[in-house]
Structure formats: structure tokens, C-alpha cells
T-cell receptor, first 113, second 113 residues
Framework: GQQLNQSPQSMFIQEGEDVSMNCTSS?????WLWYKQEPGEGPVLLIALYKAGELTSNGRLTAQFGITRKDSFLNISASIPSDVGIYFCAGQQYGGSQGNLIFGKGTKLSVKP | GAGVSQSPSNKVTEKGKDVELRCDPISGHTALYWYRQSLGQGLEFLIYFQGNSAPDKSGLPSDRFSAERTGGSVSTLTIQRTQQEDSAVYLC???????????FGPGTRLTVT
């Protein structure tokens, strides 16, 4: 089946540092989403991207929908301890019968105070 | 308004027993999705409901898995004759419409002993 390649798998950073993670695919997606998941909880939507080239910010988070529609990145600026969690990218195709999301395997972020 | 809710939050069952997991989507959302997340893994699509259309069952791993959505709202995921490999967190998500961003519930952690 379709897969998203998400990297890095994990990151250990110092508080205050900037973070960057990305996802690539061999398929074109119409929507890219970024979620954060903390232990024992469901994924929480951070940013949704709908147009190729779109750059969207949500506080310290910035994400971009690649112009080829096959990739996306998420940046977190000035990280803080509460940024700890697993970040997932997800892509969606529509126009076919499926409406489900294809997920990357996640980037586990650890922040040292 | 209320988000997506799921029950139970935790379920421990013996191998061979049947289980039912419930999802209450966000009011007014026409699309509902079930995903499975195994330990340390990304999310695996199971089934998708859109309005009154026939569900997309392409992600169900075996015929022991089934799901219903009654009245276009509440959904139940049923696993018959549970196996140890069914142990995972089962996540439900809903969206306003197909192609729109998906919002997740907290999940049901299923443990098959």
C-alpha cells in the first residue's frame, strides 16, 4: 500500500532549539496534515494544508505543502518542554473512493530543559 | 462543543471473546473513520463511513472485524474471536465531510490475553 516516509524517527534537542521534520511520498496528495500525539491520547490536529506551496503557521509551528504535492515539512521554533510527543504527518487523496489518511510512522521529539 | 468520544477507554479480554468498541463523532460530521495503532507504530486505516454511502472496508484486516454506523452518527467496531495480535489502540476520527481535516478521539486500548 501507499506509504509516507517520515524523518527523522526521533529527535533529542535542547529547550530553545528549532526543530524540523518532513514527510515524503511517491504519490501525490491533495491534503497534508500534521498531528501531535501524547501518551494515552489520540492525535491532535496541529496544521492542515490544502494547496501546493501553501505555508501555514500556528504559533511556533510552521508547515508547508510541497509544490510537487509529494512532500511536506513541519518546523517548530524555540522548542519548550511541552512540545514533547510524537508528531505524525498524514496525507489524504480524494477523487477516488477512499477518504482515509495515510500516516507516516512518526517523529518522537524529546526536549531537554 | 464536544469532541470525538470513545468507549471504553480500556478493554482487557480473553482470546476468543468478542468485543465491541464505540465511537461518538463530533455532531454534524458526516465522515467517520476507524484506525488501529499498534505499540510504537503509526496509524493503520480500518474502515471509513461517509453519509449514507456504503462504507469503505478496504482496511479491515480480516473478516473477524466489522463496523456499523447507525443513524449517521454513533459507530461500533466489533472484533469477533479476538486474537493476541488484535491488541492495539483503536482510534476513531470524524470530519465535517470527505476531504476535510479529521479529528480524533482518545482511543480504546484493547488488550487480548
Amino acid at each position: 500500500g501507499q506509504q509516507l516516509n517520515q524523518s527523522p524517527q526521533s529527535m533529542f534537542i535542547q529547550e530553545g532549539e528549532d526543530v524540523s521534520m518532513n514527510c515524503t511520498s511517491s504519490s501525490i496528495f491533495n491534503t497534508w496534515l500534521w498531528y501531535k500525539q501524547e501518551p494515552g491520547e489520540g492525535p491532535v490536529l496541529l496544521i492542515a494544508l490544502y494547496k501546493a506551496g501553501e505555508l501555514t503557521s500556528n504559533g511556533r509551528l510552521t508547515a508547508q505543502f510541497g509544490i510537487t504535492r509529494k512532500d511536506s515539512f513541519l518546523n517548530i521554533s524555540a522548542s519548550i518542554p511541552s512540545d514533547v510527543g510524537i508528531y505524525f504527518c498524514a496525507g489524504q487523496q480524494y477523487g477516488g473512493s477512499q477518504g482515509n489518511l495515510i500516516f507516516g510512522k512518526g517523529t518522537k521529539l524529546s526536549v531537554k530543559p | 462543543g464536544a469532541g470525538v468520544s470513545q468507549s471504553p477507554s480500556n478493554k482487557v479480554t480473553e482470546k476468543g471473546k468478542d468485543v465491541e468498541l464505540r465511537c461518538d463523532p463530533i455532531s454534524g460530521h458526516t465522515a467517520l473513520y476507524w484506525y488501529r495503532q499498534s505499540l510504537g507504530q503509526g496509524l493503520e486505516f480500518l474502515i471509513y463511513f461517509q453519509g449514507n454511502s456504503a462504507p469503505d472496508k478496504s482496511g479491515l484486516p480480516s473478516d473477524r472485524f466489522s463496523a456499523e454506523r447507525t443513524g449517521g452518527s454513533v459507530s461500533t467496531l466489533t472484533i469477533q474471536r479476538t486474537q493476541q495480535e488484535d491488541s492495539a489502540v483503536y482510534l476513531c476520527a470524524s470530519s465535517l465531510d470527505r476531504g476535510r481535516e479529521q479529528y480524533f478521539g482518545p482511543g480504546t486500548r484493547l488488550t487480548v490475553t
